[in-house]
């Protein structure tokens, strides 16, 4: 019998193999945490997941476009309203950059409020001859390289349930209570950002914008309607921790099925999509948009077979296939999965991670990616598409509203030599704000081109 023809629950995960999960020493105490994660609230309803896959549905037939970002671990020190607000900030101007562009509706789905598993690529992180186990995100272990930080503790999982809920209300309080109204469109235009080429032709836009809502409010097109006054971010993450995937896991009481209300929308990642492995498993009995990190080295019958094994009925919005192909193999590698995938007539929305197969290190040592790698790779993305009559539905960053110095490149042509001045992530590197909103500007070029 095949994985999709077996019986479904919450935690028949456990049958198979499950990659990069935590060394917890003590299982004890982890029954304790997942109890308690159990009997906790819902940190999304299962309403807002179904309205985000029908959004979803629209990115699969061109009539949306998906703005999915943030940063690759959230950290609990960062859990900060200023942090969160620049984070915020910054996507809400690339959505404004892109709606007004690609003259359709932005669907912004953020790495936030949740984003603190990491899976890696070794065991073991050594410095001077010194090894330690490898940071796994902030709900795992701590960044710090001590001995006593890097032993898996499950009370941060607990801890990650109540920093992603802190996150969740204040994203919950800006996006509904005026801040990410666009009557403030000009205000999101940050300081450090404002004074750059970049943020001087978002001032132009957003002056645009602004005068066409006081030419609606002059012919008396109401200018508090809630369509101007609020706006919608949902949350992803990937699901990598299966326990604490499992702990939230709920069935719907308005409508039944179960969902995973740590966050509306979760991704597999590139390390742990095996059929037949348990991430698999356990994403293809709950019902949130599921993405699936595709890779260079991807089979495109593999593909075919996990979208079958996850949305057996086809649902539109159900799979976005985020393709992290590299610049050096995107040309090759994505035309043969769009032509498959859409022979075979699957409901796909494909999104671009222009990030994670562009990661090299760079002469100061630093974990580094290149802006003109990933224009490249978001260039080739729009144009196999284009030439595939595929559509292109979505763009996937790592990236921050603070001004970082985490990528070369970019209008400021950061360096390598300059990263060190504020190199901040604790995994991957991540887009500064200005490179963030450039980002969206040399896409919206690609799209009206
Ligand atoms: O975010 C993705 C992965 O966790 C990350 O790229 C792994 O990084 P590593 O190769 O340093 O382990
Ligand atoms: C782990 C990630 O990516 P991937 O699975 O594509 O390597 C990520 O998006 O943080
Ligand atoms: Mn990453």
Same mark, same amino acid.
């Given at each position: ?8 629950? =919450? ?6 193999? !499950? ?57 609990? $020190? ?9 984070? #915020? ?32 690529? /070794? ?10 186990? $490898? ?6 272990? @701590? ?5 006593? @930080? ?33 009557? &403030?469109?000009? !205000? ?11 943020? &001087? /032709? ?50 719907? /009481? ?50 075919? &077979?996990? @979208? ?23 040309? =090759?590698?994505?035309?043969? #999965? ?37 224009? $490249? ?33 970019? !209008? ?38």
């Amino acid at each position: 019998m095949s994985q999709s023809q077996k019986e479904w629950n =919450k935690g028949s995960w456990k049958n198979y193999t !499950a990659l990069q999960q935590p060394n917890w020493p003590n299982e004890g105490a982890v029954e304790k945490v997942l109890a308690n994660l159990s009997q906790l609230p819902p940190l999304v309803f299962a309403g807002e997941i179904r309205n985000l896959k029908q959004q979803l549905a629209k990115a699969v037939t061109g009539e949306a476009f998906l703005l999915q970002g943030g940063d690759c671990s959230e950290n609990f $020190s960062q859990v900060t309203a200023p942090k969160i607000r620049e984070t #915020l900030r910054v996507l809400l101007q690339m959505a404004v950059v892109l709606t007004y562009a690609g003259d359709k509706p932005v669907i912004k789905v953020g790495r936030l409020a949740g984003q603190f598993a990491k899976p890696r690529s /070794s065991d073991t992180e050594t410095i001077n001859g010194v090894t330690l186990p $490898s940071y796994r995100g902030d709900m795992v272990n @701590c960044p710090d390289f001590t001995e006593t @930080c890097r032993v898996p503790n499950p009370k941060l999982m607990l801890k990650g349930y109540n920093m992603a809920a802190s996150t969740l209300n204040l994203v919950r309080a800006f996006t509904r209570g005026g801040f990410g109204s666009l009557h &403030r469109v000009q !205000a999101w235009n940050q300081e450090f950002v404002a004074q750059s080429p970049m943020g &001087r /032709s978002y001032d132009r836009l957003a002056k645009q914008i602004d005068q066409t809502i006081k030419f609606m409010g002059n012919i008396g097109i109401a200018a508090d309607n809630p369509l101007i006054e609020q706006t919608q971010l949902f949350t992803s993450h990937e699901a990598l921790l299966l326990q604490y995937e499992e702990a939230m896991t709920r069935v719907d /009481s308005t409508a039944g099925g179960w969902y995973d209300c740590s966050a509306h929308m979760l991704w597999i990642g590139e390390r742990t999509r095996q059929l037949g492995g348990a991430h698999v498993e356990f994403l293809r009995g709950v019902l949130n948009p599921i993405g699936i990190k595709v890779g260079p080295n991807n089979d495109p019958d593999d593909i075919k &077979r996990l @979208c079958e094994t996850l949305n057996p009925e086809n649902e539109a919005g159900r799979i976005t296939l985020i393709t992290r192909l590299g610049v050096k193999e995107i040309e =090759k590698s994505l035309p043969p #999965l769009l032509r498959e995938m859409k022979r075979e007539g699957h409901n796909i929305v494909w999104s671009c991670d222009p990030m994670h197969a562009n990661t090299y290190t760079a002469t100061s040592g630093h974990k580094t990616r290149n802006f003109n790698d990933i224009l $490249s790779e978001l260039t080739c993305f729009f144009e196999s598409h284009w030439s595939e009559g595929t559509i292109p539905g979505g763009v996937h960053f790592e990236m921050t509203g603070e001004d970082v110095t985490e990528c070369t490149g970019g !209008a400021r042509n950061i360096v390598d030599e300059e990263l060190a001045r504020n190199y901040l992530t604790t995994c991957d590197p991540r887009l500064n704000a200005e490179q963030s909103l450039e980002v969206a500007f040399q896409i919206a070029d690609m799209i009206r081109s």
